[in-house]
């Protein structure tokens, strides 16, 4: 039986329970912000050994919970090793993003592509799910995570990053059935994924679609939107006697909210570009919200980030049903003092708002 939870503050928010203050995590918590992330990576050779290893993933999870009073810890590892264990060949190469060696872009390849066995291929993942939630001790919460079908499909096919997701575009307006079919291997895949990461421990998910937003209207729903509701409704939403609960974040999907919070989900992330409190309107009661700090306003003075938080609560309202979190990933050259700062102004100025 696994250890009760010591700090359940961000669970219950999800569940939009009443909670005494507003819990916060970031996104990209552990990461080269950190010196002693870019110490165990250096360690670990690549970024690659680093998620592979379940003794320097866990380390690397802890290492921002050591410095920080979070509320959640977040399962160390990239959403692109999903593509890596279909046969697409990822690698990082020392200061440049991902790469695939094969990335899909012919029919025959796209016609090869299947669904892994992910219990061999991606059995390094769940021994760091056991192996973190062993270490946390009942911390905090551990989540698990993937990328939306959609954004996989976009490294899948441009092979790397993009500024423009042209090639993943033109095959969505010539060949969309092309599109469809690697969307749909990939939405079966993401579900036995984090399953698995359920049945290694996850307490909460997470489906990260970063590029859903450069979708036009309408193609959003039909080849982002529609994927991820399959996902959800395939996913397990107990375990250990409690509700596992599910938080959907399309990067730019400001405009989306209430077709994303009809898939389903529990909670939804939202960017910076949002304002808290009309969307809190357009959700009503379905559905938590999470996010919108902007990172870049870490850059900022204590002061100045001690404003925004209290902005940002302001905006959200008195009662339940929010995490703090940054409207995206915290950048590389973020000097940690200030994320002290903006974790402890969330637990300090939140207490009013749940009296
Ligand atoms: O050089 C390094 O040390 C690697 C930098 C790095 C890190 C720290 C990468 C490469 N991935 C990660 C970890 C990571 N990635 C986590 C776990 C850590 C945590 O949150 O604390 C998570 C949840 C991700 C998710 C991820 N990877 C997303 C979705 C979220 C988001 O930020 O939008 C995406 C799009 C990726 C792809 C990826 N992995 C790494 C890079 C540099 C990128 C972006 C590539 C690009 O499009 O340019």
Known sequence: MATALKNDVFLRALMREPVPYTPVWLMRQAGRYLPEYRATRAQAGSFLNLCKSKELATEVTLQPLERFPL???????????????????LSFAEGEGPRFAHPLRDETAIRKLAVPDVGSELQYVFDAVSSIRKALDGRVPLI???????????????GSGSDSYSTVKTMLYDRPELLHHILDVNARTVIDYLNAQVDAGAQALMIFDTWGGALAAGKYQEFSLAYMQRVVAGLKREAEGRRVPVILFTKGGGLWLEDMAATGCDALGVDWTVD?????????SQVALQGNFDPVALMASPSAIEA????????????????????????????????????????????????
């Not at 808290?276 to 009503?284: E, F, I, T, W």
Request: charged share 15%.
């Open 71 to 89: 509320d959640a810890a977040i399962l160390f590892s990239d959403i692109l090793t999903v593509p890596d264990a279909m046969g697409l060949g």
């Open 144 to 158: 698990g995570f993937s990328g939306s079908p959609f954004t996989l499909a976009c490294y899948m096919i441009e």
């Open 276 to 284: 808290l409190g009309a969307a809190r309107q357009r959700v009503g």
């Open 308 to 355: 925004e938080v209290a902005r940002l609560l302001a905006a959200y309202g008195t009662g339940t049903g929010h995490i703090f979190n940054l409207g995206h990933g915290i950048g590389q050259f973020t000097p940690s003092d200030n994320v002290s700062v903006l974790v402890e102004s969330v637990h300090k100025l939140s207490k009013t708002y749940h009296l």
